[in-house]
C-alpha cells in the first residue's frame, strides 16, 4: 500500500529512541532469522488464492468451514514450497517462532491445525519405530489428515476418566473401540468433523477384563476415496463457537468399531498377540509432549498479545479525542496516562512471555535429552513450572487483550478491528490443554512437597530452592527488581506457609486431608501465582541480562525501562501480599506508583516504535485500527462497505415485513 | 418439557434451605409482580413465529439480520396485545423490570430495541408540547421507526467535539444538515442501516456563522413507501461486530441535506424564524435522560449476571469430574471450593446491583420531581454516583460473566450455552453511554471538589459526606460488614487525598494543573473505584435491612451469608488498600479468610435454589448448559446435530480441494 501515512504516526516514528529494526531482530533471534522470516512470509504471502472476496465473518458457519479449506490447501502447499532446503531445521523453527502466517490466510484458524499440532506430534511420540516410518511417510505428505481424539463430552482435564474403552480380542487380534454412553463421544477435536480421515485415538484399554489403562490407537474413520464415515463410526461437528469455527471441532463415537492390533501406537506399554501387556517402563513420560505443548503455547500468547497490542497502541496514536487542555485541540488518545497505563503492560508482558517461553524451551530441551539417558530427575520441576506458566500466561494475556481492545472504545468492537477474534483465540487457552485452576493446583501440589522437603532438610530443584532459605517474618524489602523478586518469593512461600497452616487447622477440625486441600483450594491457587510471578520477572529480568549485551545502549535503556515498569506494576497490583510478607512501607509505595508514572512517560515516545519492532505486516494484524499507515477511518469505511447488507440500499424484509408491520396491515 | 430432571439436580433442590418462591417474589417486588411477569412471559412466548428453525449463529450475517426482522415485527406485536389495560402503567414497569423476555426471541438483540429505548425517551424529553403530540403520535404506534444518532466515526463519549453541523437558513426557514468530513459520518447507531426511518439528530447548530452548541434535530432519512434513502443522504450498515449483529448498527452521512425549522427539537433550546436562537434555561437540564439510561444499564446488568450465573451454577451440579477423594467418585464441580470462589461472588453481585438500582430509580424519581420544580441541587451528585456505578457494575458483569463462561470449561465456549453471547453484549456496556475510564474520571473530579469544599468547612451531600468525617490516619479496623463499608470509606478518602497530594506535587515540578491531573488519573480511578465499592455495598447491605422485615427467618439468613459474602469478598480482594489506610490486621485477614471460606459452604446447599429464583425460564436463558431439567449432554448433542455442517456425511469441500490435495494432484 503506497498511501499517505498518517501525519502522527509519522511523527511518532520520528520521536522514536531506539533503532527499531535492532529490536527486531533481538526479538527474532538475530539479523539472519528477521530475514529468514520475512523471506518466507514474503514467498507465502504473495500466493494466490489465499485471500477472501467477501470478509469472512459475513458468512454462514457453513461458508466460512468450506472457504477456509479452499484457502487451507493453498496455504500448505504454498508453505511446502517456501521451504527453503539450505535452511537447517533449526533454522526454519526460528523462521516460524514468531510468525503468525496462518493468521495471515485465517482470520480465525485452519481445519488443518491439528495434523501438524498434535497428529504428528503424537505419532513421533508414542508410535514405536517401525509404526512411525509408515505413518510418518504417509502424514508428511499429508497424503491422510489426522487429528488428535481425546476429551471426551463428559471428560476433558481428568484424563483418567475417559470412557471410550478398547477392548482386545485375542482371536481375531483387533482391538474393539465402543463409545459405551453419550458422554463417551469424543466430542471438541478439531478437523474431526469433516476435514481429518485418520486420528490418534485415547482409549481405556481392557484386557481379558482388566484395565490396561489409558492408551492411544491410531484409527481410520473415513474412507480415504469416498470420504464417507466408515461402519461402526458416529461422526459430525459440535456446531458453532465463540472462536475458532473454521477448525471443525468434531465428536466421534464408536460401535464395536475393529481395528487391528498395530493400530495400538505402542512405544510405551505394547500389547502382544497373545493379549499379554507390556506396562509403559514409566508413566511420567508422556509429560514431554504435555510440556512441549505448553511451550508452544506461552509463546503463541506472548504474538497475540503483541498483535493485539500493536493495533491498539497504533490506534491510540491516530485516535484524538476530548480535551487535556482547554483551546489546545484534542490529544491523541495515547496521551491520557489512563490509556498507557492499559496498553504498556501488554508491551513489556509479551517481551517477558517471549523470553520465558525462551528459557522453557532449553529447560525441556535439557530435559528431554536426560530423558533418552534415562533421567528422570528435572521432569516434576520441569512439569511444575510449565503448568503455571500456562495457566498465567494465557490468563494475563486473556485480560490484557480485552483490556487492548476495550481501550479502542467502540471501534474495538468492531470485527474488522480483528481485536475480538484474537480474543476468542487466546481465551480459549484458558481451557484446552489442562484448565488453569486445575493446572494452578498441580503446581501448588509441588510447591507444598517442596516446603515439606526443605523443612525436613533436604535439597530443593533450582526454581523452588527459594523456599529452603531461611526467612524472618518480614522480609526486608527494597524497591529494586530484585528487591521486588525477592518480595513475590516471600509472598510465593508465605502463602503456601499459610495454605499449609490451614490444612491443618482443617485436618484438626475433623476433615480429611482431601477435603481440607479442597477448602484451603482458594489460598492454594494464590500461592502458585505468587511462585509464577516471581519466577516470569525473575526470568524476564535475567533473560535481558544475560542477551543484551551487545545491544546498543539506546535500545538497552528502553528494554529495562518495560523490565521495570512489569516490575512495578505488579507489585503495585500485589501491594497487599507484600505488605503482609515483607518489610514495605508506604513510602516505599509512593515511590513505586511515582516510578511507575515516570516510566510510563519514559515509554510514551517509544510506543509506537516498540509495537512497529514487533514486525507484523498488515496481512498478519488484519486490522482496520492497526495497519502501519494508520488510515483507521478510512478503513472502517472501507471494510464496512464489503458487507453484503449494504449491497442493496433497501433489503428484502422492508416489504416482506417492516412494511406491512408499520402500516398495521400484519 | 416432560423430560425427566436430572439426578443431582433433583438432590440440590431437596438440599435448598430457604422458599425459592418466596425469593422470587422479592426480587419482583412483590407476589403480584411475580405473577404478572409470568403471564406476560406465558402470553408472549406462546405466539407463533417467534423462534428459529435453524440457530442463529449458523446464518450468514445478511440472514442474520433479516431473520431478526421477520421474528421483531411478530414480537412487538404480541407485546402489545399482551398489555395487561387493567395495570398501571408501573405495574407494567414492575412485570418487565426483571424480565429479559426479548432475549428468548433473539439470541442476540431486536432491530427495533432504539426505537423503545432511545428515539422515544428522546422525543419525550426534548420535544416541545407541539412536536411531542404529533411525533409520538407516529412513534408509538410504530408508524415511523426511530433511532438515536450521536455517535460520530470520529467522536463518541466526547459530545462537544461532534463534527455534523445544522445551518439555520433563514431565508427558507431550514436547517442545513452536513457532514463535513470522512470522520462526521454518524456511526454506530442501532437500526439505523436498514431499519429505521426517521431519526434524532445530534449537530452542531450554527446560525448567521455563529456556534450554538449540540442540539438535537429529528430527521427521515428514507422514504416511507419505497424505504430507498432521501437525497443527500448517504447510508448503510457499519459492519460485523463482537456482539449485536442483529441490531443493525449503520452510518449516515449529510450533504447539505435541508430540514424544516421545527424539526429541531425545541423543548430546551430553540431557534425562532428570523434566526434568534433562545438558549435553554439550563445546561444541566439533559443529565435527567443520561442518568436514567444509567439506571436501566445497571438494573440490566443485574439480570444478565443472573443469566449467566444460573446457566453456570447449574452445569456446575451436573457435571461430575476429577477425583477429590480416592475411589470416592467424580464430585459435582460445584464441590469444588475454586468453583463456588467463581460463582457465587456472581450471585451476591446480581442482588447487590438489583438492589442498587432500586435505589437508583428512587433518587432519580426523586430528583427528577425536583427539577420540574426547578430545584436542580441533587442533579451534581445523582450525576456523580450513576457515572461510578454504571463504569462498576459493567466492568465487575464482564468479569463475572468471562468467569462463569470459563468455569464451565470448554462447554462455556460453544455458542449453544449462550454464555459467549452473553458477554458479547454485557462487555459493550463497558463502551457505550460514557466510556467507563472517562465515567470514572468524572466521578473522580467530584470526590476532589467534594474533599476541598469539606476541607474549607462546607457541607457535603450525603453520598460524599463521609469525606466530612474527622480521619485518623489509620481507622480502627472491625471485621463485621459495617466495618467493611467504613473501611473502604477510609480507602476512598486516603485515595482522594493522596491523589490530590500527588497533582499538587506535579504542580511544584512545573507541569500545569490539567496535565498533574492526568499524570494522577490511575490514581483517581480507583479513588472513584473504592468510592464506588464502599457505596455499593453500603446500599446493598441497608436495602436489605430495609426490605427484609417481614421476610422467613431460613431466607432472611440466606440473603445475609450473600451480602456477609459480598463485603468480605472484596475486602480479601482490596487488602492491600485497607493495610494502608486502617488497622486491620494479619489475624484479622486470617479471619475475614475463614469466614468467606466459611460462606461459601454455607451457600453451597442453597446455591441450586438461589439461581433458580431468579425465575429464568429455558427459553429465556436459550442454554444447552443451563436448562432447569439439567439435561446437559442430551442439548449438546441436539443442538450440534442442528448444525447445517452435518445434513450431509461428506461436505462438498472434499472433492473441490481436500481430495486433489491429499493425491498430490493440486
Redesign the interface.
Known sequence: MSAKVNDDLLTERRKCEFNVEELTNYLDGGAQATQNRRKLEDKVLSTKGLFDEV?E???????K??NA??K??VY??AMKEAEDPNQTEQERANATYRSLLHAAVFKDNSPFSLHLAMFIPAILGQADEEQKKYWMKRAS?????GTYAQ?E??????IR?LETTATYDPKTEEFVLHSPT??A?K??PGSL???ANYCVVMAHLYINGKSCGIQPFIVQFRD?E????LPGIK?????????FNTVNNG?LGFDQHRIPRNRMLMKNAQVLKDGTFKRSPNSKLTYGTMVYVRVVIVNGMANQLARAVTIAVRYSAVR???????DAG?PQIL????QQ?KLFIGIASSHAFTLTAKWLTRMYQKVTADLEKGNLDELPELHAIACCLKAVTTTDTSVLV?RSR?SC??H?????SNL?QIYGLV??A???EG????LM?QTARSLVKALEQAQSGKRLSPTMSYLSEKVSSRLKWDNSIDGIVKGFRRVAYGKVE?AMR?MRKYVRSGL?P??AW??????L?AASEAHCRAFILSTYKSEVDRTSGSLSEPLKTVLYYLVELYATYWALE???????YTSIS?AD??QL?DT??DLLGKIRPNAVGLVDAFDFRDQILNSTLGAYDGRV??R??E????????AE??????H?????????K?
Open positions: 470478509p465473518e459475513y458468512l454462514s458457519h457453513k461458508e468451514y468450506e479449506v479452499r487451507a490447501v500448505y502447499k505428505k499429508m497424503e491422510i489428515i476429551t463430552l463428559g471428560h476433558g482435564t481428568f476418566g453419550l458422554t463421544y466430542w471438541w468433523a469433516h476435514t480415504e469416498t470420504h464417507q464415515p461422526l459430525g461437528e459440535i456446531g458453532a463457537k465463540l472462536g465428536f484524538r479525542q476530548s480535551e487535556l487542555k482547554p484534542e496521551d491520557y496516562v489512563t497505563h480485552e476495550t472504545g467502540g474495538g468492537y468492531m470485527l474488522s475480538p481465551t480459549a484458558c481451557t484446552y484448565e488453569n485452576t486445575v493446583l499459610s490451614s480429611g482431601e477435603d479442597n477448602m484451603s483450594s482458594v489460598q491457587v500485589r501491594v497487599g501480599d507484600l505488605l503482609l508506604e509505595i509512593r506508583q511507575y508514572e477511518y478510512e472502517l469505511m471494510e464496512a462497505l464489503k458487507s453484503p447488507l449494504n440500499p433497501v433489503n428484502q424484509s422492508f416482506k415485513y417492516l412494511k406491512p408491520f408499520m402500516q398495521g400484519l
